[in-house]
């Protein structure tokens, strides 16, 4: 057996805990178990310090941390930031029992983990089982360390024909390892073998995942859902599921998988995100709208923390805006609003300076105010933008695109054209140029629509002064755009058949009535114009029989 005051005396252990009882409580007790080199970590952040600055051997840390980053995040970002050796174990301590706090933390694989309370000698035996097998796979975690994974692979191959009894340990090791390498018809095997002697979840799903990369997805969706069957809270299938899914084109499906993931287990970040894009994807903004949201509290102390997040949970909230049948004033609107503009602030605080991302937030706060029908705040916003543009050195096509459409959505037309003309001279392939004659189709149905509808109220301008002849002329050139509207047409109409009415018998302006009405065709009952519609038809039939036609 293990002498566990032997293993213990050269580790360098790190214990986190923010309540200092309980910290204390837990050095003692493996001071006690002979160790002598301790730190300790009163939050998340010291936590995460603190393994940036040592390597160390074992890690024990609470789940719950108070304010900032729990268990799970510092055991993430240690990941994330590669500052655990395989040699290296990490044990998390929790009195959480709720599925979704143990699930989300074993999701990033921690050695081991402990539930409180416990006494010293259920520690005492934890420990001892724990690091006896980490030290019979010494060699193996050595080679993953030093970068040679051919070695570890050959030194697990010929431990597991040793060492039998180390049949899951080594399977797993082998496994990541073939799956790192691509070497996916071994990692199947070597799952099988294992799944042969006993049903393991893990194993499973690691040989669903190397189906689907050997290009038998429907096997591998088979195999992940026979999992869950038997494993209902296994959440990583789900994703698995997700992804499988979105690679055989089924969006709908594969968001539907991970919202089941995130109901199981909704505190990791990367999941939320994942949801998210894809909800957006799919035009559920809503959902889309929870899941950024999420990922911006979760994220908020993690090494995940992104400004992306913020921007497409205030994009999400801008389409669940323009897709809102609430009233302007509701609070369901105000409540939405609000959120996008809360998130727009936090991004300038947290990402001052960074000129990329704060051209990002005013272009999409100005689009945001653009939903809400806010000119003013919209034209601000998009003048901030302008401004960050000209200090860039070498702003991307993309953002002077976002620009031009900026300047379109203000009516800043003269700005967008002469932009739109820059990206044409400067040379562009054929993709982009798609994109800029596509803006540039826009900016000008834009241009006509102003246009048109200054030329209306100009139409009305001189009808209500009973110069029929100077509306007549103000309307028809209105009309003579294929843009022109029902409304614009009527007005032409009415104006024409005031002039023939107060003047004289002008066939070619009843003419002219004809073509509009054939324009507007048939209107509904239903629609406001309606009567309008049926007064002005019922004069020009009167007038076309007066004269003959």
Request: a negative charge; hydrophobic letters at 40%.
């Amino acid at each position: 057996m293990l002498n566990i005051e032997q293993a213990l005396q050269n580790k360098r252990i790190l214990i986190i805990d923010d309540l200092v009882q309980a910290r204390s409580s837990l050095k003692k007790m493996v001071t006690l178990l002979g160790a002598t080199q301790i730190d300790t970590a009163t939050n998340g952040r010291e936590a995460s310090q603190r393994i940036m600055e040592h390597e160390y051997d074992i890690v024990l840390s609470d789940y719950n941390l108070g304010r900032g980053k729990d268990g799970q995040q510092v055991l993430e970002e240690a990941r994330y930031c590669n500052r655990l050796k395989s040699t290296a174990l990490f044990i998390l301590v929790t009195g959480e029992n709720a599925v979704d706090m143990v699930m989300g933390a074993l999701e990033y694989e921690p050695d081991n983990y402990i539930t409180k309370p416990f006494t010293l000698n259920m520690l005492r035996e934890r420990l001892i089982r724990i690091l006896a097998t980490k030290q019979e796979i010494l060699p193996i975690d050595l080679a993953i360390d030093a970068g040679n994974p051919d070695e570890a692979i050959a030194l697990a191959t010929a431990m597991l024909a040793e060492k039998p009894r180390l049949l899951m340990p080594l399977t797993r090791i082998l496994g990541k390892l073939y799956l790192r390498q691509k070497r996916y018809q071994e990692a199947l095997q070597t799952y099988q073998k294992l799944l042969e002697k006993r049903p393991v979840g893990w194993a499973q799903m690691g040989q669903a995942v190397c189906l689907h990369l050997l290009g038998d997805s429907r096997s591998a969706l088979a195999l992940l859902q026979q999992t869950l069957l038997a494993h209902p809270m296994y959440v990583q299938c789900h994703d698995w599921c997700a992804t499988i899914l979105l690679s055989m084109g089924e969006p709908l499906k594969a968001q539907q998988e991970l919202q089941k993931a995130v109901a199981i287990s909704p505190k990791a970040v990367l999941r939320q995100m994942e949801l998210g894009r894809i909800a957006y994807d799919n035009g559920d903004f809503p959902v889309a709208e929870a899941a950024f949201e999420q990922a911006i509290r979760l994220g908020r102390y993690s090494c995940y923390k992104t400004s992306s997040n913020y921007l497409q949970f205030v994009d999400a909230v801008r389409q669940s805006l323009a897709n809102s049948n609430a009233q302007a004033n509701s609070r369901e609107l105000r409540q939405l609003s609000d959120k996008a503009f809360k998130a727009i602030e936090e991004l300038r605080q947290d990402y001052a300076g960074e000129d990329d991302i704060m051209f990002a937030t005013c272009i999409t706060e100005g689009k945001t105010w653009q939903v809400l029908g806010d000119e003013e705040n919209c034209r601000q916003a998009a003048q901030r933008a302008e401004e960050i543009l000209l200090r860039l050195k070498k702003p991307t096509l993309d953002q002077q695109l976002q620009m031009t459409e900026a300047y379109i959505d203000t009516q800043q037309h003269v700005k967008a054209k002469n932009l739109l003309q820059q990206l044409k001279d400067s040379g562009v392939d054929e993709t982009a140029l798609q994109q800029i004659n596509a803006l540039e189709e826009n900016l000008n149905k834009m241009v006509i629509r102003d246009h048109t509808a200054a030329l209306n109220t100009q139409g009305v301008s001189c009808y209500e002064k009973k110069d029929f002849a100077s509306a007549v002329a103000a309307f028809d050139e209105a009309a003579a755009y294929e843009e022109a509207g029902i409304s614009v047409l009527l007005n032409a109409i009415q104006a024409k058949i005031s002039l023939v009415e107060t003047t004289q018998m002008d066939v070619g302006q009843l003419k002219d009535c004809y073509r509009y009405f054939q324009r507007i065709g048939k209107v509904g009952e239903t629609d406001e114009r309606f009567e309008r519609y049926e007064r002005l038809k019922n004069t020009f039939l009167r007038l076309k029989r007066a004269a003959g036609l």
